[in-house]
């Protein structure tokens, strides 16, 4: 029978970026990336096990689509990625476009994890900027067609409080899954390596 | 978009320059100031006369057990586990990778019954390797400096005080090696410790608190123990002796990565000191009491570096001058009745004396006006946010750099002597540890602590990219440069900005930086074991739990020894 751990918000957000790190050195910006999954993993959105099932699948990687402009703003293609390894880079684009146009208008498309993209609704409404996200048609704007997929945000607070308060509940399994690779970020001891440490 | 502006935001004050106060060097000098965290803790304890009694005491003949304090404040009831155990003196160590301690702690929210108690047995004894749970605030360990405790033991067992002259060497009986606190191993994280317990709401409160009763566990168990071993002859020790006695504790390393990856957190407890310091020099009066007051702390804080014993060479150097520049210091305050205001002592000190003897003046000059300041007591906390601006030009964020980070630029990175040093954590026990970059392995897995090189690194390739686009566009392009160029936009927005530091530097000190940190929790008695790795001590001279409600007075800087107790 797996064990369950409650880790606390700093602790998974530390595994989180050292794995990372483990994974890609440092090839991008894992603080934030880290920040988005403890987002989603606190708000009820399985961040972990998202992540983990793009890195087994493959499609965790750093962005190598298109992004093509069209009538109504940006096309970004994903390339079959999943979304969450973008999440950092769409928080900046729909931020820069809000503040240099009018209107801001994005479209993904060939992409995975979609439902990724709340955090970048919460990202961005922490910056003080609203936007409507369309999970059908896969867009995030800064103007309301009246079509929008509203996510639970009631039940996602109420999670997030309660993993405040009593820690972030984690499979054993998926917690060692994090350590193993976070444990690639650490440097062999050596008699020289303690000296290093003021022997 | 960002709300990062100078904190404080007092009209006219005239602060110093980030290029002075910023320099490690100077960092490294830093005295405690009555801001810094134990002081504000202990006259929050004072002030608000906080209840501490223990509660359970389960200690055998030889003082081994468990002890439960149990805190009622204002507002809630919080206890404080101590189990001590027998350890074998040969493996007693302060290195992070010990196995076992004497005493091990925590401190968490509410009364403990018997199967937390039993619980926590399981547990805190194991520090790193045990798992505590959200109601937990702090999880810490100490050894016993033996010599002292036995000394100690052993003279109030035979019916005498202990001689100040063995005391003053040593100053403590138990020193710590770890306090955690902040959400590691399973406990409540710092939102939730600011959001719920507003009794340990201010930085590092609770982590403070628990070396504060680690020093009155320390004294009880050597009471304990003395009476236990000669109930006929024993002798409590005297209060004044038990408020010298301080808890000592060895910093090494892992306390260096914290001050330079919470740049905006350092950055405002660095501008409320130099806002206090600034008031002082401002409106501080000069008048026959306060030009009193200032010469007996002066002669005090004199007094306070000649007892510090430390084997360190360089300290004991550092820590003459420093006596001896104070004392010209105070001949020239002395000639000069006529002085206007705290400024012209202050620019005497700075055109005549290097950076320990004008901050040891700072901190004295701080100590006699806390008035003018104690109101920035609750702006020690900040948010940290560090928010990219992608729609800053890639123009705007070179210029940026250049007026900011020009520290950065002038070091000569393609000089190996400048990239000698890296910072990696060993696989024994995450140990932070320094390695030559040219000759020991795992420079690649280095810690991204070398902002200045990031800062450089950063620009090249800013410098080539198009000017015109957007930072957005820069950073999709380099996502490895994401992380610095938030870190740039928003310490470009603070007053003080960065630590201004390379240290990849083959001859980097870190013992700065600890001594920069540990002066803000308001620890003294330097005592550095080698550039990595420092002991000191601390609440040396703070009131005894048993002063609360005696005493609100906040008297306890400098601690010297104590002057009239018959040890004989």
């Known amino acids: ?199 | 978009m960002i709300n990062t502006t100078p904190h404080i935001s007092d009209e006219g004050l005239k602060f110093r320059p980030a290029d002075v106060v910023m320099n490690l060097n100077r960092l490294g000098t830093l005295y405690p100031y009555p801001l810094s965290f134990m002081r504000s803790l202990v006259r929050r304890i004072l002030n608000e006369k906080w209840e501490i009694k223990r509660a359970q005491s389960s200690l055998c003949e030889q003082g081994y057990g468990h002890v439960v304090y149990e805190i009622k404040t204002k507002t809630a009831l919080y206890s404080y586990v101590v189990f001590a155990d027998y350890l074998d003196p040969n493996i007693r160590s302060d290195r992070v990778i010990a196995e076992k301690w004497d005493i091990t702690m925590t401190l968490c929210e509410g009364r403990v019954g018997d199967d937390r108690l039993e619980e926590f047995r399981k547990n805190v004894p194991l520090q790193e390797k045990g798992r505590v749970d959200s109601t937990c605030l702090s999880l810490s360990r100490a050894n016993k400096s033996a010599r002292n405790f036995n000394y100690v033991v052993d003279r109030l067992a035979s019916g005498r005080q202990p001689d100040f002259e063995a005391m003053a060497k040593v100053g403590y009986l138990y020193r710590t090696t770890a306090v955690y606190g902040s959400g590691k191993f399973g406990m409540a994280d710092w939102q939730k410790v600011y959001g719920t317990y507003d009794d340990f709401a201010r930085p590092f409160a609770a982590e403070m608190f628990s070396c504060f009763l680690i020093r009155d566990f320390s004294i009880f168990q050597a009471n304990y123990v003395a009476k236990k071993r000669a109930p006929e002859t024993a002798v409590v020790m005297d209060e004044d002796i038990q408020r010298y006695v301080g808890i000592g504790n060895a910093t090494g390393l892992g306390m260096a990565p914290y001050l330079i990856n919470h740049p905006l957190l350092i950055n405002n407890w660095i501008e409320i000191r130099e806002a206090a310091l600034a008031r002082v020099k401002q409106y501080g009066a000069v008048k026959v009491n306060t030009r009193g007051h200032f010469t007996c702390l002066a002669e005090k804080a004199i007094q306070h570096l000649e007892e510090i014993a430390t084997d360190n060479h360089d300290q004991n150097v550092i820590n003459n001058k420093a006596r001896e520049d104070m004392g010209q210091i105070l001949s020239w305050f002395d000639a000069n009745a006529s002085l206007q205001n705290w400024s012209q002592i202050t620019d005497f000190a700075e055109a005549n004396y290097g950076h320990e003897a004008q901050e040891l003046l700072n901190a004295i000059l701080l100590e006699v006006f806390p008035e003018l300041f104690l109101d920035l007591e609750d702006e020690l906390n900040v948010d940290e946010k560090y928010t990219l601006i992608p729609e800053m030009s890639v123009n705007k964020l070179r210029q940026t750099i250049e007026d900011k980070y020009g520290w950065a630029l002038s070091i000569d990175f393609d000089d190996k002597v400048c990239r000698g040093t890296f910072w990696y954590r060993s696989e024994e026990k995450l140990e932070p540890r320094l390695g030559d970059r040219y000759r020991e392995p795992g420079a690649e897995k280095e810690m991204l602590l070398g902002i200045a090189c990031c800062v450089r690194e950063c620009y090249d390739d800013l410098t080539e990219f198009d000017q015109k686009v957007l930072v957005a566009e820069f950073v999709m392009a380099h996502p490895e440069h994401r992380y610095m160029v938030r870190r740039i936009q928003t310490m470009a927005l603070t007053r003080y900005g960065e630590i201004r530091a390379n240290v990849l530097d083959k001859d980097v000190l870190p013992i700065h930086l600890l001594r920069c940190k540990l002066s803000f929790f308001g620890v003294g008695k330097f005592d550095p074991r080698s550039r990595l790795w420092v002991r000191n001590t601390m609440f040396q001279g703070a009131p005894l739990i048993s002063d609360i409600g005696r005493t609100t007075e906040d008297t306890w800087c400098f601690p010297i020894k104590p002057q009239n107790v018959d040890n004989t």
């Open chain 1, 1 to 199: 029978m797996s064990t369950i751990l409650n880790l606390s918000h700093n602790e998974l957000s530390s595994l989180l970026k050292l794995a990372l790190q483990g994974l890609f050195q440092h090839s991008q910006d894992w603080g934030d990336l880290a920040k988005h999954i403890l987002w989603l993993e606190t708000h009820g959105f399985a961040g972990v096990a998202s992540m983990k099932e793009a890195l087994e699948s493959t499609t965790f990687r750093g962005f190598d689509g298109d992004i093509s402009k069209t009538p109504n703003g940006l096309c970004i293609d994903f390339n079959n990625n999943s979304l969450l390894m973008g999440l950092p880079m769409l928080v900046d684009l729909v931020t820069a476009m809000a503040a240099k146009e009018e209107h801001c208008y994005i479209s993904l498309i060939n992409v995975h994890d979609f439902e990724a993209v709340v955090s970048v609704d919460a990202a961005l409404r922490a910056q003080g900027l609203d936007v409507y996200v369309d999970a059908n048609e896969m867009t995030i704007s800064s103007q309301s067609d009246g079509t929008n997929i509203l996510f639970d945000f009631a039940g996602a607070h109420e999670c997030y409080d309660q993993s405040l308060r009593d820690g972030i509940p984690m499979d054993q399994e998926m917690y060692q899954f994090l350590d193993n690779l976070a444990k690639r970020t650490l440097v062999e001891a050596t008699e020289e390596s303690r000296r290093g440490a003021g022997e």
